[in-house]
Every structure is written in C-alpha cells, then in structure tokens.
C-alpha cells in the first residue's frame, strides 16, 4: 500500500492518449535502446544538421515524449542543438515500472546511446531535466561524465516536494524512492545552470536554490523566472541566458584541460570512485501546435 502510495505521488504517468506523437512541425526519429537491465525504452531523436550542443532531455514526472514538441522545438531553433528526448520505464511507450534505480539506469542509457550515436564522448553532451528528470539529470551527473548540467523547476528532493505538497502525510518516514539532489550535487564540481520560477506552487524556489548553492563546482548560475507556476513554458530570455552560460563553459573547457574520466565531479566523488572495484520562425511553428 505504501508502494502504492508513492508511486502516485512521485510517478503519475500520463495517459498515452494526452500529447502529440506524430508531431507535423518537427522532424524526429523514433528510436529505442535499452537500460542496464534490459527494459526496453523508447525516445525521440531530433538532429540539427550543424548542431553547437548535443542535449539529452529528462522530462517531469507527469509528462511523457508526446508533451516535449514545443521544448524540442525551443531547443533545437535557440541553440542550434541535437536532442535526445526519452521515457523512463513504465512511462509512455518504455516498458518497465518506476523505481528511482531504474530510473537513474534509464537515462545513464540514453547518455550512452546519444554518444554513440553521435561520435561524441559523454563529456560533451549536456544534461538537461526538468523537474523530477532534474533529479535524475543530478544522479547521472556524478555518476558519468557531462558537459554541464541544465535544471529546471527541480527540487532539493523529492521527499522535500511532497512533503510541501502533501503535509498531512509521512512521507519522510515512507518514502523510498528520495531522489535527494542536494546530497548527491555535493560530488559534482561541473558546470550547472538552475532556472525555477518564483512562484511554483509545486516546488518552492528556496527548495531549488539549495541545488545550486550546494553544487561543488564554481561555474554556477541560478536563473529566476518572474512568477510563473511550476508548468508554465520558459520564456525567451531564459534561452538567451543559457545561451551566454553554454558559451562560457565552452570557453572553460578550452582553456583547461579535463581531469580524467569523470571532469564533472568533485575530487572527493572521484577519491571514492576510484576506491570502488569498478524567435519568429519557432512562434510561428509553436502557434500551428497550439
């Protein structure tokens, strides 16, 4: 019962039916590959034919593939970028069932398949998730090199969320699957760029300034959306934000050289690793999606 419980408060899964998945204004591939475990999951794959980022997208907790057009679309027209967006398991056309390890599992797969498929080491492809799929981006991150880690409306846990949502419930004692981002950020010393609305009413934005004041790393931004609610889209000069901040990475890259195999975390992740055995054309678009 309590399993049950928590599965609808951190992984309400939406209806195939809600969302688009035979998008006429972007051109994607269907594709699929597999978890660590053999979970069969499904993405899409949109390439830019002269791409300055690569991206893999983790989506929220109540979305799936379908309902990522409009950020694909953002994403690839604003910064010249390929994406990889996919569903964890037991979401949209994935197999499986939830649980934070499969979860983590399932996008350390994409990384590996979006590296693969496009010749680029898995230090030069950006992190990006939204909401709960920022939790998993942060778990990715010390886990597998990066090239920067992108967050938005992320909490500092999932247990934190749902206790400012559901108050009268223990979840502090229940709660297994606690995706706490404050903790595990410590031991990543890469670049991250937070954005979180000031009024979320699902995420406080104090909740989420505790990610990025807690990230190990130097090169760290937090970027605040006037009002807003926790779904509401990014407006145009978030894009241009994070622009500048990408281009300062890239210019921190170049200038110093990588550390080893694992650049985005903190020397003291690393010690521990190392004991371990082993704007007009995309509104036009976005209006005909409306």
Known sequence: MIRFVER????????MKSGDWDPKWIDKEDVWFE?????????????HPKPRHVILYSHGNNEHVGNQVNTLLRLQSTLDATVLVYDYRGYGKSEGKPTEEGLIADGLAAQQWLSERT???????????????????????VKQPCKALLLDATSSSM???ASYNYPWLPVKTVMRDRFDSVARVKDYAGPIFQSHRTTDEVVPVAQAQ????????KL???????????????PPNYYTA????????TEMQRERPSRGEYPGRSEAADVA???KPSDSDIDQRLRHLA
């Not at 505790?210 to 790393?217: C, D, K, L, Y």
């Not at 760290?220 to 990014?234: A, T």
């Not at 994070?242 to 990475?249: H, K, Q, T």
């Open 8 to 15: 609808l408060l951190t992984y309400p899964a939406p209806s």
């Open 35 to 47: 978890s660590g475990d053999g979970t069969r999951l499904f993405g899409w794959f949109v390439s």
């Open 119 to 141: 010749g680029l080491p898995l230090s030069e492809i950006l992190l990006m998730g939204r909401s709960l799929g920022g939790c998993v981006s942060v778990a990715m991150a």
């Open 159 to 161: 247990v934190d969320a």
């Open 210 to 217: 505790r990610v990025t004041e807690n990230a190990a790393g």
């Open 220 to 234: 760290k931004q937090f970027f605040e959306v006037p009002h807003g609610r926790h779904n509401e889209p990014l």
């Open 242 to 249: 994070l622009g500048n901040f990408l281009d300062r990475v």
């Open 273 to 275: 690793h190392d004991l």
